[in-house]
Each structure stands twice: as C-alpha cells, then as structure tokens.
C-alpha cells in the first residue's frame, strides 16, 4: 500500500506565499514522475506543475515565473512553492505520483490540501 500526504496549504493574502509538500510512504521502491494539480470549485482538474525523476519540470502557463516544482528523491517528497500568489490561485491542490510496486507502475493522488489567497 502506497500513501502520499500532501500538508502546507491554507490562507493567504494575495501576493503572498505558500509551500505545499506531499510526502509517499508504504512499498515504494521508487517514483517517476510526481506533480501537483489543482481544483477549483464547479472546475475541472488542472496540472500545475510535474517534475521527472531526473529532474525535468513542466508548469502550466498560469503559473510560470511564480511557481517552483521540486522534489528530494532520498524522502520520496515532492515540494510546491507557490510565489506571488494570485485568488485565481485559489483551489485544492493535489499530489500525483507515478510509484514502481514490485516493478509495476502505478498511479496515486494525494487527499488533496487547500489553498485560499483572498484579495
């Protein structure tokens, strides 16, 4: 079984920040790609940001230049920091992990932590 727990959302005034992390735990034996998507109410689902196990990231156009993906491979955390904050912004975010178990791959979400950035 395979857990991933995001923490660090909450309020905040516009303009401001917040980092959201999402730590896996349980038989991983390892992670490819991780990311962070978000939901905001009567919305769809949205990517935010994703990053390789190498590495590479990828961002949403909506939050280039603000948002920075990264993520400690020795802890299995995946990390968010969200700069510049905008209430558009404001949403349930959520972790995705692609986990390798006993050499398959799977795909786990997060429960999800909220953010509010009030204007």
């Known amino acids: 079984q395979v857990q991933l727990m995001e923490s660090g959302g909450g309020l905040v005034q516009a303009g401001g920040s917040l980092r959201l992390s999402c730590a896996g735990s349980g038989s991983i034996f390892s992670i490819n790609n991780l990311g962070w998507y978000r939901q905001a109410p009567g919305k769809q689902r949205e990517l935010v940001a994703t990053?390789?196990?190498?590495?590479?990231?990828n961002y949403a156009d909506s939050v280039k230049g603000r948002f920075t993906i990264s993520r400690d491979n020795a802890k299995n955390t995946v990390y968010l920091q969200m700069n510049s904050l905008k209430p558009e912004d404001t949403a349930d975010y959520y972790c995705n992990a692609s986990v390798v178990v006993v050499g398959f791959e799977y795909d786990y979400w997060g429960q999800g932590t909220q953010v509010t950035v009030s204007s």
């Open positions: 990053v390789t196990r190498g590495g590479r990231t």
